[in-house]
């Protein structure tokens, strides 16, 4: 059981190292590929072919510009395909959005936000979990964590802003404000 982090040029890795790291957060093992609809279309193709039989679960598909390689994977490949539109160029990023996301009727491709490599790891995680106890478990302790970070971040704020004249930037021992951060 496995997952495979595709990307269309080693250009994407930055982005994409995203996904790899909340994969190996939940030791869910990875295969990372660079694969492009474009400009290696029968690798891609032989790839999404083969894919399920070689014991991959999902697929993530990072791409930007004209980024066809997530539907082209949904298209040669019945496992879920996750999408992450990479920001490139003029465009930023939109381009690979619509180009990711608008998939004809009966072709889903699940599309995170623009450069959302992270979320799509997750993503993939909750998908494997449905069948999968520990990682359900793990799933639980990771929510539960980030909950407690926001509770704290929270409690933190509320006391700051108790004083009339209390700011962000305040703190009582002249130190740098830490306010609590999402784990990752
Ligand atoms: P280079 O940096 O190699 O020129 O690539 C890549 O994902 C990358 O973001 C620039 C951008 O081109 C994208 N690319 C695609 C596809 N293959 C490469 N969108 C594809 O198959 O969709």
Redesign the pocket.
Known sequence: MSVAVV??????APVMDGAVEALREFSVPVEVRV?????TPDD?MDFARNAASRGIRVLIA?????????G?LAAASSLPVIGVP?A??ELRGLD?LL?TVQMPRGVPVATVAVNGAKNAGLLAVRILALEDERLAEALTRHLDASAAQVRAADEELQKRYADPRGSYAETSDGTEPRLGTLPG
Request: cysteine-free; hydrophobic content about 50%.
């Open positions: 990307m269309g040029s080693a250009s994407d694969l492009s609809a474009h400009r891609t990072g791409a930007g510009g004209a980024a066809h390689l997530a082209v990479i490139t160029g690979a180009a």
